[in-house]
């Protein structure tokens, strides 16, 4: 057990309509990452933030958007789906603000597995 | 943009055969090479991170091991729990995001 939780775990919806996908990281962690895994295309960064404020930006799409609050859990928005968002999401986390901090371990969850019918 | 490229893309191995996964990264500027282990339906575990040519590491049946170019993942007399997606990435000293690769499956036969 990484520590991070994720949810919802499964997810289906339709085309146009918009999910939020919500993450909890470890304990103690300040930063939050997004990432997003499909068939063909691997792991694919979509966004960090960090204590609250956004601190690196991947291939993230103009319809997603993601938050941290202050009690530091994230949420990552996913609106006007289409079919080709179909993915697993996984959110991770870790201490520092600069990426993956000490050893260099991300703490992944075990993901939003959402399906765009 | 950095890259990596991970080979073979599967590899079936009989239990007890020793083999390597490879990792060929191009970053401008290396902050470290990480290797993590993805079981199907969970999130990636790290393994190790390695910093600079000519670094090892090992746990268990597992040795990572890294070269200006390359990376590889050593696996010695593997077990059917060695089974999984063996993923590599790059930090760089930029952008502070990791850059993974497609990964390799790895199937252990008993």
């Known amino acids: 057990d990484s520590g991070v939780t994720q949810t919802p775990k499964h997810l289906i919806t339709a085309t146009g309509q918009r999910v939020t996908l919500r993450c909890s990281p470890r304990?103690?962690?300040?930063?939050v990452y997004w990432y997003q895994q499909s068939l063909d295309q691997g792991l694919q960064f979509l966004i960090q933030?960090?204590?609250?404020?956004?601190?690196a930006k991947g291939n993230i799409l103009e319809r997603f958007s993601a938050q941290q609050f202050p009690d530091l859990h994230s949420e990552l928005n996913l609106s006007s789906l289409e079919l080709g968002d179909s993915a697993l999401y996984f959110c991770?986390?870790?201490?520092?603000?600069?990426?993956?901090?000490?050893?260099?371990?991300?703490?992944f969850g075990e993901g939003s597995r959402l399906t765009v019918l | 943009e950095d890259q990596v490229t991970q080979s073979p893309e599967a590899l079936r191995l009989q239990e007890g055969e020793s083999s390597s996964l490879n990792c060929s990264y191009t970053?401008?500027?290396?902050?470290?090479l990480f290797w993590y282990r993805q079981d199907p339906g969970k999130g990636p575990e790290f393994l190790f991170t390695?910093?600079?040519a000519g670094e090892e590491k090992e746990k268990e049946r597992l040795k990572a091991t890294l070269t200006k170019k390359e990376s590889f993942l050593h696996i010695t007399a593997p077990k059917p729990e060695d089974s999984a997606t063996y993923l590599c990435?790059?930090?760089?000293?930029?952008?502070?995001?990791?850059?993974f690769g497609t990964g390799t499956r790895l199937l252990v036969s008993p």
């Open positions: 991770a986390s870790s201490a520092l603000a600069g990426g993956p901090g000490g050893t260099g371990e991300l703490f």
């Open positions: 304990s103690g962690d300040l930063s």
């Open positions: 933030y960090y204590n609250g404020e956004e601190r």
């Open positions: 970053v401008s500027g290396l902050r470290g």
């Open positions: 390695l910093y600079s």
């Open positions: 990435a790059s930090l760089n000293t930029g952008f502070q995001k990791l850059v």
